[in-house]
């Protein structure tokens, strides 16, 4: 069955095809056609995965070469697909998760006009994010890189004739590619420095072992910390990190299932994976992982306290998917990488599940979004709200639901890891975390109905994912619940290596115990603020209502990124379209017209008209020659 | 004794002459017409007398050239001349100036 590999990523590929050229004859099957072909490819990952967990530990990695697909001189790459413990948990992700979400839009984008072109669109993510993770060589990763990054532009602004959606997508668009132009240069330094772009020779050739004995590398010391960095840019762009985090929010414009599958459950996830995949890389230098893990650190709390303000219930959660990113990013940076790929999979679980929650609740409300303007909802979609707290549970980190396990390996990685300061941010990070979760689930769900309109649960064809998100949700924490010996950990030690056992720091238990006490005590207040209608929420914010907008803003970032950035930019492009183009460059060419002109009229005059002029001219002419003939002889 | 090359150089420069000014002062075409002509026998005369001069037949077989070149000339020359005198009863080259800026 791994010989088949090929099989996961082709079936959406062929889903794009189909409803790409037949998405309005199918009409409505269009849905059911991608999400099938989705669920396939999720049951051969799954056979693959199971084939690959029978292999013993040290032989878990088959490559499957397809075809040799650039050979030029001594550059040769294949498309080449990795099968491995991290490629195949990235992809039971992708098609698990996708799979669902698929399911979910059948009912979320019924009636929308371009039917068959969403699912076009979301097969054709699901196929290069396959592409991505299961690529064996940079150059096919970057392939798919790419490709996730033009479905992210596609999908946020599927729904173009509103300019807002339009210029997120824009903006989406051109914020990663700032990322991807410098990952492209570490990709190329990786095939200058270390000859290939397989990660099978790229990564062992620069591994060092658990006994801390390094191969003799002929590379200058900076050089993997430059490329690692490169790479990382790259990451930082993909998965919305400071500072490269404007667009993440702007992309709640999109259909809300685009949210839950790209921006929340795998493309923003694939810096993370990059990371991980590359940790060689970043082991080799120092210097790189202290970077991550302080744009993790700060990511984490910074995001955290912006979706404290938020009012957009979306928005709320797209600032918690950069917070939770932020995690990730901080785990690989105290190279916890088993810790990142075990938040990555709960986070794919509850976000998702956070997000479809999101949008039952906005088709039951006719699109509205905004918190203030919802409340009660429990009474009207009870299943919505159940399964909603449960996201937000997850997400808190409240055991026995997915993120207390996953969040509290992170924390406890840091204490044990003697980073006792990013341990006490990240501790703040979790308790905002909790915070912002109590307040969505407690304004939108609990007190008082603010509503419009009557609400009412949606269809089961959008229930049933959302129950079966709220599964993995609840239960995905046990893949990794014992901290050394998970059976996550296990299956990706041949990777990611193995999980030492702590030497320093608190026990497990009391770590465990801190950020669950952290957990509860933000949801109490949370409660107390926003659910028990003793404290007046609304005068709060209007007392504190300069902090508020500070946060709202997201701390003034995307105004500062406009002045400084977008605001000159556009002043030196007016400059440069209507004073050196129009003037410098134009003037330039009418000056050359001009002066044709001006010679044509005074040289036309020697056309005269009169035949004896010319005869004269001729009779000169002849003289002067014979005149230089003569003189010359 | 034979006649000096210069005797039929100096009858031929002044022949030429003759051509040269005729052809820029006079305003009948025809009259510039014959002038051409009396230019182009000018230079036969100093091609058949540099002929003799040198005991070569060149000179001789480039002036009949000339002499059927010339021919042709006039036949294409005079074909002009009348159809312009028929358009504008004049042979003035002076009214036949709009081939200008």
Known sequence: ?633 | MRTPIAYFLVVSAALFTIGSVGVLVRKNALVIFMSVELQLNAVNLALVAFSRMHGALDGQVLAFFSMVVAAAEVVVGLAIIVSVYRRRQSANVDDVNLLKW
């Open chain 1, 1 to 633: 069955m791994l010989k088949q590999i090929w099989l996961v990523p082709a079936l959406p590929l062929a889903g794009f095809v189909v409803s790409l050229f037949a998405g309005k004859r199918l009409g409505r099957y269009a849905g059911w056609l991608a999400s099938a072909l989705v669920v396939a490819a999720f049951g051969v990952a799954t056979a693959i995965f199971l084939d690959l967990a029978s292999l013993p530990d040290t032989n878990r990695l088959v490559v499957r070469r397809l075809y040799e697909w650039i050979a030029v001189g001594g550059f040769h790459v294949a498309v080449d697909l990795r099968v491995d413990p991290l490629s195949m948990t990235m992809a039971l992700v992708v098609t698990g998760v996708g799979a669902v979400i698929h399911v979910y839009s059948i009912g979320y984008m019924r009636g929308d006009p371009r039917y068959g072109r969403f699912f076009a669109y979301m097969n054709l993510f699901v196929f290069f994010m396959l592409t991505l993770v299961l690529a064996e060589n940079f150059l096919l990763l970057y392939l798919g890189w790419e490709g996730v990054g033009l479905c992210s532009y596609l999908l946020i602004g599927f729904w173009h004739e509103r300019p807002a959606a339009a210029s997120a997508a824009k903006k989406a668009f051109v914020v990663t590619r700032i990322g991807d132009t410098f990952m492209l240069i570490g990709i190329a330094l990786t095939f200058l420095r270390l000859g290939s772009l397989d990660f099978n020779q790229v990564l062992s050739a620069s591994v060092c072992r658990s006994n801390g004995f390094c191969p003799p590398t002929s590379q200058p010391p900076g050089v993997f910390t430059v490329i690692a960095l490169l790479l990382f840019a790259g990451a930082i762009g993909k998965s919305a990190q400071v500072p490269l985090h404007v667009w993440l929010p702007d992309a709640m414009e999109g259909p809300t299932p685009v949210s839950a599958l790209i921006h929340a459950a795998t493309m923003v996830t694939a810096g993370v994976y990059l990371v991980a995949r590359t940790h060689v890389f970043f082991e080799n230098s120092g210097v790189a992982l202290t970077v991550v893990l302080v744009v993790g650190l700060i990511t984490a709390i910074y995001a955290a306290t912006v979706a404290l303000a938020q009012d957009d219930f979306k928005r709320v959660l797209a600032w918690s998917t950069i917070s939770q990113l932020g995690f990730m990013f901080l785990a690989l940076g105290l190279r916890a990488y088993w810790s990142a790929v075990f938040l990555l999979v709960t986070h794919a679980f509850y976000k998702a599940l956070l997000f479809l929650s999101a949008g039952s609740v906005m088709h039951a409300l006719d699109g509205e979004t905004d918190l203030k303007r919802m409340g009660g909802l429990r009474r009207t979609m009870p299943l919505t709200a159940v399964v909603c707290s449960i996201g937000a549970l997850a997400l808190a980190g409240i055991p026995p639901f997915a993120g207390f396990f996953s969040k509290d390996d992170v924390l406890a990685a840091a204490n044990q890891t003697g980073h006792v300061l990013a341990w006490v941010i990240a501790l703040a990070a979790a308790f905002f975390s909790a915070l912002y979760m109590a307040r969505l689930v407690f304004l939108a769900f609990f007190g008082e109905d603010r509503t419009e309109r009557r609400a009412h649960e949606s269809q089961p064809v959008m229930t049933v994912p959302l129950v079966l998100l709220a599964i993995g949700a609840a239960f995905g924490g046990f893949l990794g619940a014992n901290e050394t010996r998970g059976l996550l950990q296990t299956f990706l030690a041949p990777v990611l290596g193995r999980v030492p056992e702590p030497t320093q720091g608190l026990s497990g238990h009391t770590l465990a115990g801190i950020s669950v006490g952290v957990a509860a005590l933000a949801i109490v207040v949370g409660w107390l603020v926003y659910g028990s209608g003793r404290i007046d929420w609304v005068a709060l914010r209007v007392r504190l209502s300069s902090l508020h907008r500070f946060l709202a803003r997201g701390w003034y970032v995307d105004d500062a990124y406009g002045a400084v950035l977008v605001s000159p930019g556009k002043a030196g492009s007016a400059f440069l379209a209507y004073v050196v183009d129009a003037r410098v460059v134009d003037g330039a060419v009418n000056a050359t017209g001009r002066l044709v002109r001006w010679l044509a009229s005074v040289g036309r005059r020697v056309q005269t008209g009169f035949v004896r002029n010319y005869a004269l001219a001729i009779f000169l002419g002849a003289l002067a020659l014979l005149v230089y003939v003569g003189f010359r002889v």
